[in-house]
Structure formats: structure tokens, C-alpha cells
């Protein structure tokens, strides 16, 4: 009975240093486990917006909405606009001494001669604008002014469509159809945004800048 005792009591004490740490690393391993599916389940809901349409399926009275900022986002604008797409662009959020001309040199110079005087004429870029809010409230200002455009095309980075969308929306005074367009060339799309630590930082943080745009737009309306 004496060594049946002992051998239960080393096997207690064997296991009672190490058990602790076992149990923590474990409940570790879950927390980090469903962490990474949260996040990439929550981030995939970001880039969770319609294809970019075709250019045969714009309809007409369309304007192209710019938001200036991603590195890609005005080369699209220029180049869609020179393809006939829209019947105006509007560029919104560019710098203080931005203009249509100086602004295609800069991003778009290959395409920017395919653009006739008369098409230039008709793009409008907005500077006093620095963050999406103030882009929803331009762009819902130059509808204002333009009754005859009945859909916009807009274009921003895919992390960016959905906030964009819901604040543009959420400051029209009539009924206007969006279509989200990302450029073709952009870093993070659907696919590869978990596959960097910049896209997963930048994915997450725009992701609850879109839960609380959507929360507090609701409770505005």
C-alpha cells in the first residue's frame, strides 16, 4: 500500500511543474488560432463588394468619382475617362495646387493625350477636402450641382471602397447609383491582404473605421 501511495504521489509531482505552463500554452494556442480566423474572416468582409464592371455595362449620365490619395487611384480615373467612360470626373481630395491638367502629367501622362480638349474640360478637381468625410460632403455638393448625372463610378483602394461608399451615400440629397470600381493594379485585394503585416494592419484598422462610419451614419439617419 506504501509504494502504491509513493508511485502516486511521484506521478502527481512529476506532472504538477509542467502541467501549468502545458494549459497555458494550449489556451494560448486556441486564443491565436481564433484570432487569425477572426481577423481574416472580418478582413475578407472589407473587400466583400461587387466586381469592377464592365465599360459596356456604365450606364449613361455617369460620373467618375475620384478619391485622390492611393497611388493608383487617379492613373484609373485618367484612363477610364479617356475610354469614354463618364460624362464628367470628379476628383476629389487632390492637393492645394492640383489641377485636371497637372494632375494627368503626374499620374497618367500615357494616357492623358487621348483625353480632347473638350473632355478636360469637363474634369473638376476638389482640394479643400483631406479625409473621407469631407470627400462625402464634396462629392455630395458637385451632384448638387450636377442634377443630370444619375450613377457615379467611384474609384478608391478596396480596403477603402466600403467606408467610401457608405459616407457618399449617407450625404446624397437624392437618389444616385454607385458602383465601387478598385483599380486593377492595387497591392490589396481580397486575395493577399493577410499575406503582409501591413495588410493585415491596414485591413484591420480600416475595418472597424467602416463598422464605426456605418454605425454612426445609421444613428445620424
Known amino acids: 500500500m506504501a509504494r502504491q501511495f ?5 506521478l502527481k509531482s512529476d506532472r504538477g511543474p509542467w502541467h501549468i505552463p502545458s494549459l497555458v500554452a494550449g489556451a494560448l494556442s486556441v486564443f491565436l488560432l ?3 480566423v477572426g481577423v481574416r474572416t472580418l478582413g475578407d468582409q472589407l473587400y466583400n463588394y461587387p466586381q469592377n464592371p464592365t465599360l459596356s455595362s456604365i450606364p449613361p449620365n455617369t460620373a467618375i468619382v475620384c478619391l485622390a490619395g492611393g497611388k493608383f487611384r487617379v492613373e484609373a480615373a485618367y484612363s477610364l475617362f479617356a475610354d469614354g467612360v463618364g460624362e464628367r470626373l470628379f476628383i476629389i481630395g487632390a492637393g492645394k ?11 497618367a501622362s500615357t494616357v492623358l493625350e487621348k483625353i480632347t480638349p473638350e473632355r478636360l474640360e469637363k474634369i473638376f478637381v476638389e482640394t479643400d477636402s483631406t479625409n473621407t468625410i469631407e470627400n ?8 448638387d450641382q450636377h442634377p443630370e448625372i444619375e450613377n457615379i463610378l467611384l474609384i478608391t483602394s478596396g480596403y477603402h471602397m466600403r467606408r467610401s461608399q457608405v459616407m ?4 446624397l440629397h437624392r437618389q444616385v447609383a454607385v458602383y465601387p470600381f478598385v483599380p486593377t493594379n492595387e497591392a490589396l485585394t481580397q486575395k493577399n491582404w493577410w499575406h503582409s503585416w501591413l495588410g493585415i494592419q491596414v485591413t484591420t ?11 454612426l451614419m445609421h444613428r445620424i439617419n
Do not use: C, D, W
Not at 509513493?6 to 511521484?10: A, D, E, K, P, Q
Not at 462625402?136 to 451632384?143: G, N, P, T
Open 34 to 36: 481564433l484570432t487569425i
Open 97 to 107: 495646387k492640383s489641377s485636371p491638367l497637372l494632375l494627368g502629367k503626374a499620374h
Open 205 to 215: 484598422m480600416e475595418y472597424f473605421k467602416f463598422q464605426l462610419a456605418r454605425h
Open 136 to 143: 462625402a460632403v464634396a462629392v455630395s455638393r458637385l451632384l
Open 6 to 10: 509513493n508511485r502516486r504521489s511521484s
Open 168 to 171: 457618399i451615400e449617407n450625404q
